[in-house]
């Protein structure tokens, strides 16, 4: 019984620590990232940001972002056999937190936006930039939120 006490520990501290990291990620680019990118010409801005997507999708990103998700699943499933313990209620809303408010805005709403961002040339795009700039950080501003409170719960827990 020890191991799955501590595997479950293992899980919760890495589903914390992973949305903890996740929302300073997010907070980064609400903060200055994208603060900085508006400061700069269109064509300039856009060029930055696709290339900061593209750079994004890499193993180091994609596993914190991700894994945490798959911790947040984990925490869930393991809810149903421990449903009785008082932080249940923690370890699902901090889960299904960063799930639908990370995870879920992110599909949603910023990769398409990213998407449509990947297509336009640079010199072409001033209007979609402005759209773009106020609309994805209006989302991420939502990442950054869900990602806090869902390490706070999970902390809490």
Same mark, same amino acid.
């Given at each position: 019984?020890?191991?799955?006490?501590?595997?479950?520990?293992?899980?919760?501290?890495?589903?914390? *620590?992973?949305?903890?990291?996740?929302?300073?990620?997010?907070?980064?680019?609400?903060?200055?990232?994208? /603060?900085? *990118?508006?400061?700069?010409? /269109?064509?300039?801005?856009?060029?930055?940001?696709?290339?900061?997507?593209?750079?994004?999708?890499?193993?180091?990103?994609?596993?914190?972002?991700?894994?945490?998700?798959?911790?947040?699943?984990?925490?869930?499933?393991?809810? *149903?056999?421990?449903?009785?313990?008082?932080?249940?209620?923690?370890?699902?809303?901090?889960?299904?937190?960063?799930?639908?408010?990370?995870?879920?805005?992110?599909?949603?709403?910023?990769? /398409?936006?990213?998407?449509?961002?990947?297509?336009?040339?640079?010199?072409?795009?001033?209007?979609?930039?402005?759209?773009?700039?106020?609309?994805?950080?209006?989302?991420?501003?939502?990442?950054?939120?869900?990602?806090?409170?869902?390490?706070?719960? *999970?902390?809490?827990?």
């Amino acid at each position: 019984m020890a191991i799955t006490h501590q595997s479950l520990s293992m899980l919760r501290l890495t589903a914390a *620590l992973g949305c903890g990291l996740m929302a300073g990620v997010f907070f980064a680019f609400s903060t200055f990232v994208m /603060p900085a *990118l508006a400061r700069l010409q /269109p064509s300039q801005g856009i060029g930055a940001m696709q290339s900061i997507n593209i750079t994004a999708i890499n193993p180091f990103f994609m596993t914190a972002l991700f894994g945490t998700a798959l911790a947040c699943l984990g925490l869930i499933g393991s809810v *149903l056999f421990k449903w009785h313990q008082p932080s249940a209620s923690y370890w699902v809303a901090g889960s299904l937190l960063y799930l639908v408010g990370t995870i879920g805005v992110t599909i949603a709403f910023n990769v /398409p936006m990213n998407d449509a961002l990947a297509v336009v040339k640079p010199d072409d795009g001033a209007d979609l930039w402005a759209g773009y700039l106020t609309n994805w950080t209006l989302w991420n501003h939502v990442r950054t939120v869900s990602s806090l409170a869902a390490a706070a719960l *999970l902390m809490l827990a």
